[in-house]
């Protein structure tokens, strides 16, 4: 997440460990409901009334998609890595692009937004949007984690969704 191993070896070297199942997914996106922050909460009708918003995330679509679906994400407006199953458990889909280093990048690029381009993350592959010409600013989300590699590289820093909104409002 700081930026110091390629995407793709590090996400499959993170597979290897854990054996993923069906009850892991389950188990996972129940615990994920239950950390939803509460300035994400209270600003869903600012994703539902959005027709810009987009998800382009490292994590699994298996994952991603019950919890966007609470708050309002649009299924079409999310980008991200996806399992194989494999027998009885899970694996990465080496052919997902999101897998690839600098897919996100690559997603952003495909999507050609027009407009004031804003990334909102906490990792260096969020940073990379806006590295390489495909966002105008680059936000650092810290209100889970903060990463001081990746926050010093950002236009702006917050750890509240609200305070975010606020910050896109006055631009």
């Known amino acids: 997440m700081d930026g110091n191993v390629s995407f793709n070896q590090a996400l499959n070297d993170r597979l290897k460990i854990l054996n993923i199942s069906y009850q892991n997914i389950l188990d ?30 490292g994590g699994f679509i298996e994952f991603i998609k019950p919890i966007a679906n609470i708050l309002g994400f649009k299924s079409n407006h999310i980008f991200s890595n996806s399992f194989i199953k ?28 027009e407009g004031l381009i804003i990334v909102i993350g906490d990792g260096y592959t969020d940073y990379e949007i806006k590295k390489y010409g495909y966002a105008d600013l680059f936000i650092a989300y810290t209100e889970h984690v903060n990463r001081t590699k990746v926050s010093k590289l950002a236009d702006y820093t917050s750890n509240s969704f609200t305070d975010i909104i606020e910050y896109i409002n006055n631009l």
């Not at 494999?86 to 937004?113: P, T």
């Open 28 to 57: 996972g996106i129940e615990s994920i409901k239950n950390k939803i922050t509460t300035t994400f909460l209270e600003n869903s009708h600012f994703i539902n009334n959005n027709n810009n918003i987009y998800i382009v995330s």
């Open 86 to 113: 494999n027998g009885d458990s899970y694996e990465l889909d080496n052919e997902n692009i999101m897998a690839q280093d600098k897919g996100k990048v690559e997603v952003v690029k495909r999507l050609g937004l």
